[in-house]
């Protein structure tokens, strides 16, 4: 069983800030997939990346998975308000077995 | 995109009854569905994966006769919580899998059980 991990678990910043934020492992993933949740609903796929180094944006997202699919970031540009919630990464060795890290809740102030 | 449904969105129940909570892909099949369990401010847990057709894949200290996973078709899944008691209580999501996007999983909105 891959273990994840996330960091930070909380961050807290000012509208208009940049944040970057840290998935690891020491197991090799297919595919690795990052979810917003907001509180009481389910997780929002964000995107999935399956080749070591890609990056991708959306809007003033950006994804990158690692050169060696063991890791991956998410980086927000000018953080908004709306930008606020539950940040979970979720990787999968096989298509059977998709494990989720801790999370990071991010609050953004107005 | 892909949209699963939820049902129902909260229950409360009281403790030793069972509930049931079912899971739909609404525009696509998904021959595999999957079924977490989440705490407050904890991150989601895989409780089991299910198989349209087949017996579910239980994850390691998931009770499988606790958990009654039943996947009948290729849009539907439930999960059955047997004798709940108040421990039970947590936020269920179901997520599925698109036949045509092996990788990418969709998440229902999720159910609310409290056990009183």
């Known amino acids: 069983t891959q273990l994840l991990e996330q960091s930070p678990q909380f961050l807290s910043i000012q509208e208009g800030e940049n944040l970057t934020v840290y998935c690891n492992s020491s197991?090799?993933?297919?595919?690795l997939q990052w979810y917003r949740q907001e509180p009481g609903e389910g997780p929002v796929l964000l995107v999935t990346?399956?080749?070591?180094?890609e990056v991708k944006k959306l809007k003033r997202l950006t994804f990158q998975f690692g050169d060696a699919r063991k890791d991956s970031s998410l980086h927000i540009t000018a953080a908004q308000p709306g930008d606020t919630g539950l940040y979970l990464c979720?990787?999968?060795?096989?298509?059977?077995?998709?494990?989720f890290g801790a999370g990071t809740r991010l609050t953004v102030k107005p | 995109g892909a949209v699963v449904s939820q049902h129902p969105s909260r229950v409360i129940c009281k403790s030793g009854t069972s509930v049931k909570i079912e899971c739909r892909s609404l525009?696509?099949?998904?021959?595999?569905m999957f079924w977490y369990r989440q705490f407050p401010k904890q991150s989601l847990m895989l409780m089991a994966t299910?198989?349209?057709?087949?017996?579910?894949?239980?994850e390691q200290g998931v009770e499988k006769d606790k958990f009654l996973i039943n996947h009948a078709s290729l849009t539907l899944s439930t999960l059955t919580v047997t004798s709940a008691h108040p421990e039970d209580s947590s936020f269920y999501i179901c997520?599925?899998?698109?036949?045509?996007?092996?990788?990418?999983?969709?998440f229902g909105p999720g159910t609310r059980l409290t056990v009183t």
């Open positions: 997520s599925a899998r698109d036949l045509s996007k092996a990788y990418e999983q969709y």
């Open positions: 197991s090799v993933f297919s595919s």
């Open positions: 990346v399956v080749t070591g180094g």
């Open positions: 979720a990787g999968a060795a096989d298509e059977d077995d998709m494990r």
């Open positions: 525009d696509f099949q998904a021959t595999t």
């Open positions: 299910s198989n349209e057709g087949s017996k579910a894949t239980y």
